[in-house]
């Protein structure tokens, strides 16, 4: 008896062991939540940037490579006509000495010189006889030297090609990594945001019930307090949304793309979705940024289509206005597959 006691004070220690020990967490409130998708945003916003100046630094580097491309080219053409040059000068040397050998010089050493291999063995015969005129030997050393310095050129030339090739392949893993790490981000965004829109559910849920419990306690109370849905979002101001529209509309067929700019004349994609909110030249953010405001089910004229690649002004059936790429500018399109509405 006394070890069946022992035995279920046992287990009632365990039990309560167990319990102490098994943490738990409660859900994150709705307030946590949105602190925790801005600073998703924020971190996002960071990695586009740093992006998008990678983005920049490729096209840089791409400029260089064309640049050291064409140089080498012209290195080619300056070594292949040096080299005829130099030929030339041989043979005209070749010819003068022959003349020299046949008016009388002597014949050992002139055979010696007609018959060399190359112009190094010529001008080396060519010292031991003093009858080759110094003009001449100059400009054979003159053209050998032109010779070597176009051959040095095109090497440091090439070298240059591949540092800058090696370099270019570094950048696309890095946008590559950076890609990955955005779009694992915006994956983040979007749980929370959809942990946010439980959340907030689950409060209005409380909330209703809160009404249902206080509306019971007093029922002859005819009055409800506040009125309204109780919403904190303004309404949609149609005049602004046709202005942000006649600004997007001014642009078409008069800006070019440029990546990073927002100037008259000239944009990326988020910088001429800046331009058309606010009608000044500075930008909000990137698509990203962009992708971080509120999203709207019931697009209007003048909200923001976007995806994580690219963005526009929304212009109504399924339309919109925006700077498509580089060598096409500013169009109107229709909205890319994938695209979310968002309202500035």
Request: proline share 3%; charged share 25%; with cysteine.
């Amino acid at each position: 008896m006394k070890l069946k006691r022992v035995h279920s004070a046992f287990i009632a220690a365990a039990l309560t062991c167990s319990l102490v020990v098994t943490p738990v967490f409660a859900e994150p409130t709705q307030e946590e939540l949105e602190d925790q998708k801005e600073a998703a945003q924020g971190e996002l916003g960071d990695l586009q940037a740093e992006l998008d100046t990678l983005i920049q630094k490729a096209n840089e580097l791409e400029s260089q490579l064309i640049s050291t491309g064409q140089q080498i080219t012209q290195a080619e053409e300056d070594l292949e006509a040096a080299e005829e040059k130099k030929a030339e000068q041989y043979e005209a040397m070749k010819l003068r000495i022959k003349f020299m050998y046949e008016s009388g010089s002597g014949t050992a050493t002139m055979e010696k010189v007609v018959s060399s291999g190359n112009i190094s063995d010529m001008l080396t015969q060519a010292e031991y006889s003093q009858k080759v005129h110094e003009y001449d030997r100059t400009q054979l050393q003159e053209y050998a030297n032109t010779v070597t310095e176009i051959e040095n050129l095109q090497a440091t030339l090439e070298e240059e090609m591949a540092n800058l090739q090696e370099t270019e392949e570094e950048y696309r893993a890095q946008q590559e990594t950076l890609k990955e790490t955005i779009a694992s981000k915006q994956d983040e965004i979007s749980n929370l945001d959809e942990m946010i829109q439980e959340a907030a559910r689950k409060a209005e849920e409380a909330r209703k019930a809160a009404e249902e419990v206080a509306a019971r306690q007093q029922p002859k109370n005819p009055f409800t307090p506040g009125g309204g849905s109780g919403g904190t979002t303004p309404p949609y101001n149609e005049v602004t949304g046709n202005a942000v529209v006649d600004r997007a509309y001014s642009y078409i067929g008069n800006a070019e793309y440029v990546w990073g700019a927002c100037s008259p004349g000239a944009f990326d994609c988020s910088g001429f979705v800046a331009y058309c909110l606010t009608g000044n030249y500075a930008r909000l953010g990137t698509t990203y940024t962009f992708l971080g405001w509120p999203r709207v089910s019931d697009p209007q004229p003048g909200d923001v289509c976007v995806n994580e690649g690219h963005c526009g002004i929304y212009i109504g059936n399924g339309q919109m206005i925006h700077c498509a790429d580089v060598g096409i500018g500013v169009i109107i399109g229709p909205v890319q597959a994938g695209m979310v509405y968002v309202r500035y």
